[in-house]
Each structure stands twice: as structure tokens, then as C-alpha cells.
């Protein structure tokens, strides 16, 4: 079983702090209308399967029109080949050339590329596609997605099954805050950004999220008919 890259799993860490944001979003709203813990659970894993379902069908989407894309590619190349090998070989040759390589030893190379794999070569010189993305990659990026989500929404939720009542509200946003900060730092240090404006842009945006969601919490009517 192969792992998951650095730069998968940095990719999923936006879609975990989807997850945070938006299911401890819906608490603080949901208890700044004065909800008790049946409302608060039923909110926020009605929340927490909503945005899973829904970034899952995105991921699934995007990743499937990406290798649809690929797959013209692919097609546009057979044909290309099929139609005239002389000239693909000499746009290898060509690609080496202007690499710096000798004419006739650029012409060599692809020759003996062209022999080992044309298509693969065609693929990777002029669109930059070294992998061939599998059929099975749509439902893996669709599963992440959500998985990674629901990771993120079960913070919130285990504050309110774990938390007493009166400190739901500000466990929650410390918990988030917290969290936002350590994956913000995870990613700065495997995308080699600044950790500081990182972690900041996440506190910012967490932050402004969750009040929003209690502003508007304090407008709703009590969810338990209070």
C-alpha cells in the first residue's frame, strides 16, 4: 500500500479545516439562539454529513473532468502517432535539441525513446503528463474529500458531547482556533511557506466565521422552542 504524498496530504488539510470551520460554525450559531445538546448534535451532524456529501461530489466532479481532459489528450496523441511516428519522433528530437542536446544524438534518443514508449514520451514532453491518472482516482479524491471533512467536523462535535453546557460556546472556539492553528502550521511546513502568515490567515478567517455564525445565531428563534 503506497502513502499518501506530502502534498496529498497538504491538499486534504484545506478540506479538515472545511470541516472545523463549518460544523463549529453551525454550534455557535446554533447555540447563540439558546439550543440544548439534542439540537446542537442534530445540527451539527446534519452539517458535518452535508458538507462531507457535498465536498466529496466536488471532488469527485473536478477530479473526474481533470482525467476526462487527459484522457482527450491521450486520444489526440494515438492519433498523432498513428497518423505520422516520423513527425512525433522528429518533435522529440526537436524537444532535445533545444535542451541543448546534439542534433544527431538528439535524434537518437528519440529514436530510442519512441521504440521504449512513444506515447508515454509524447505525453511527457508536450503536456508534462509523466502518470496516467487511474480510473479509480475520481472516487479516491471524492472519498478524501469527505473523510478529511468529517475529521474536521468531529472537534466540534465532541465538544458538545464532552463539554458542560455553560462552556460549549468558548471550548468550541478555543478548540477551533487551536486547530486551525496546527494545520495551517503542518501546511506552511510542507508547502515551505511562512508559518507565521499561515497560521495567521487561518485564525483570521476561522474567527470571522465563527462570528458571523453567532451573529446570526442571535437573530434565529430558540431551536428548542424556548
Known amino acids: 500500500m503506497r502513502l499518501p504524498t506530502a502534498e496529498a496530504l497538504r491538499g486534504r488539510i ?16 446554533i447555540l447563540a439562539a439558546g439550543a440544548g445538546t439534542d439540537a446542537l448534535l442534530a445540527a451539527s451532524l446534519a452539517a458535518t454529513i452535508a458538507g462531507a456529501s ?18 482527450v489528450l491521450v486520444e489526440d496523441e494515438i492519433s498523432d502517432l498513428a497518423r505520422s511516428p516520423e513527425a512525433e519522433a522528429a518533435e522529440l528530437a526537436a524537444h532535445y535539441e533545444a535542451q ?3 542534433p544527431s544524438l538528439a535524434a537518437e534518443v528519440a529514436r530510442q525513446v519512441s521504440a521504449h514508449d512513444a506515447l508515454g514520451a509524447q505525453l511527457d514532453i508536450e503536456h508534462g503528463i509523466r502518470d496516467r491518472t487511474p480510473r479509480s482516482a475520481p472516487f479516491v479524491a471524492a472519498f ?11 472537534l466540534p462535535i465532541a465538544i458538545v458531547l464532552l463539554a458542560p453546557p455553560e462552556a460549549r460556546a468558548p471550548a468550541t472556539v478555543v478548540a477551533v482556533l487551536i486547530s486551525l492553528s496546527l494545520t495551517a502550521w ?8 511562512s ?4 497560521v495567521v490567515r487561518a485564525l483570521v478567517i476561522g474567527a470571522v466565521t465563527l462570528l458571523i455564525s453567532v451573529v446570526a445565531g442571535s437573530f434565529l428563534p ?5
Request: hydrophobic share 45%.
Open 186 to 193: 503542518i501546511t506552511a511546513r510542507l508547502g515551505r511557506a
Open 222 to 226: 430558540d431551536p428548542d422552542g424556548g
Open 14 to 29: 484545506p478540506d479538515m479545516n472545511d470541516g472545523i470551520i463549518a460544523t463549529a460554525g453551525v454550534i455557535e450559531g
Open 100 to 102: 541543448g542536446v546534439e
Open 54 to 71: 457535498s465536498l466529496g461530489g466536488v471532488k469527485l466532479s473536478e477530479a473526474a473532468a481533470e482525467r476526462d481532459a487527459e484522457l
Open 144 to 154: 478524501g474529500g469527505a473523510l478529511a471533512f468529517i475529521l474536521g467536523g468531529a
Open 195 to 198: 508559518v507565521a502568515r499561515t
